[in-house]
């Protein structure tokens, strides 16, 4: 709790929620990467696996299709974290010929979806590495129910788009916290 110096007393729960909800999402995001950037310096995280979901907030039900985002999500950790995963793991949703072919060009070495479509095969070095990351899949459902949970992603009531998307950021920053706090104390 941030507190007044002047009186140790707090500030109310609307006052926080009315400057906090002013922080930019792009601001925030900036925090989580250099907290995750620390994070993977000190050993506690590391970008070896990724296990990629979304939720589309478009009203427009057909784009963007998760085909059309896993790529991205690579290149965007590329980005944040010089360095590329050497394991991709998401649902079925993101399965395609060209996502695969992409994946390995930019040299992901096991890259696995839960439900893969038509003639298309996992590309793994074993058959036990992807029972594990089909297995690891699972923990974003877990993740998300968390954040929904312990984050109060319930229901965003902060006014216009802007504000949800930094809601969405300021869980996400907790939630990375708590789960960097946990491991530093494991």
């Known amino acids: 709790m941030f507190l007044r110096p002047e009186d140790n007393q707090g500030y109310s729960y609307s006052v926080m929620q009315k400057y906090i909800s002013k922080i930019s999402e792009k601001s925030i995001r900036s925090i989580i990467i250099e907290i995750n950037n620390i994070a993977i310096s ?3 995280e590391t970008v ?8 589309n907030i478009e009203t427009n039900v057909h784009y963007p299709t998760n085909k059309s985002l896993l790529i991205p999500s690579i290149t ?12 991709s793991s998401a649902d079925g949703g993101f399965c395609s010929q060209e996502n695969l072919e992409k994946c390995k ?7 696995v979806f ?3 479509t ?4 996992n590309i793994v070095i074993s058959p036990e590495t992807e029972r594990i990351l089909k297995k690891w899949r699972g923990t974003t459902e877990a993740v998300i129910s ?16 802007e504000k949800f998307c930094s809601k969405v950021a300021w869980s996400i920053l907790g939630y990375n916290l708590r789960v960097m706090v946990n491991r530093m104390l494991e």
């Open 48 to 55: 070896d696996k990724i296990s990629t979901d979304t939720t």
């Open 105 to 111: 060009e930019l040299g992901l070495t096991n890259i």
């Open 146 to 161: 968390n954040l929904k949970r312990g984050f109060d992603l319930q229901r965003v009531l902060w006014d216009g788009f």
């Open 76 to 87: 965007r950790i590329k980005t944040n974290y010089t360095r590329i995963p050497e394991s």
């Open 118 to 121: 038509k003639s298309l095969q």
């Open 42 to 44: 000190e050993g506690i």
């Open 114 to 116: 839960t439900k893969v």
